[in-house]
């Protein structure tokens, strides 16, 4: 059984920075994408970076040149790196894990971490 837990969130002022990090466990073995999504108040659940198994990434528009995304296959945790954070950026931050057709189209599958609040305060 597939388990994600998210890590590093919290407070942030507006310019700081914070690194998630998610960590994978339990029949991970088909799944070679990794990407980040976030659902901010009364929002939906958008793409905010993911990363494929041969290291190729993708952004979001709000993470674009200000988030960077990255993975550590020998321990099995994928992090995101936010840096000049805004206020916008507050959001519960979700873990997911994927295939090829997940990098490609940005779509989730089912599996999921339960989560992780990320407040930035300006």
């Known amino acids: 059984q597939v388990r994600l837990v998210e890590s590093g969130g919290g407070l942030a002022q507006a310019g700081g920075s914070l690194r998630l990090s998610c960590a994978a466990s339990?029949?991970?073995?088909?799944?070679?994408?990794v990407g980040w999504y976030r659902q901010g108040p009364g929002r939906q659940r958008d793409l905010v970076a993911i990363?494929?198994?041969?290291?190729?990434?993708k952004y979001g528009d709000s993470a674009k040149g200000r988030f960077t995304i990255s993975r550590d296959d020998a321990k099995n945790t994928v992090q995101l790196q936010m840096n000049s954070l805004k206020p916008g950026d507050t959001a519960v931050y979700y873990c997911?894990?994927?295939?090829?057709?997940?990098?490609?189209?940005?779509?989730?599958?089912?599996?999921w971490g339960q989560g992780i609040q990320v407040t930035v305060s300006s």
């Open positions: 990363i494929n198994g041969d290291g190729r990434t």
């Open positions: 339990g029949g991970i073995s088909t799944f070679n994408t």
């Open positions: 997911n894990v994927g295939d090829e057709r997940t990098f490609d189209s940005g779509m989730p599958t089912d599996f």
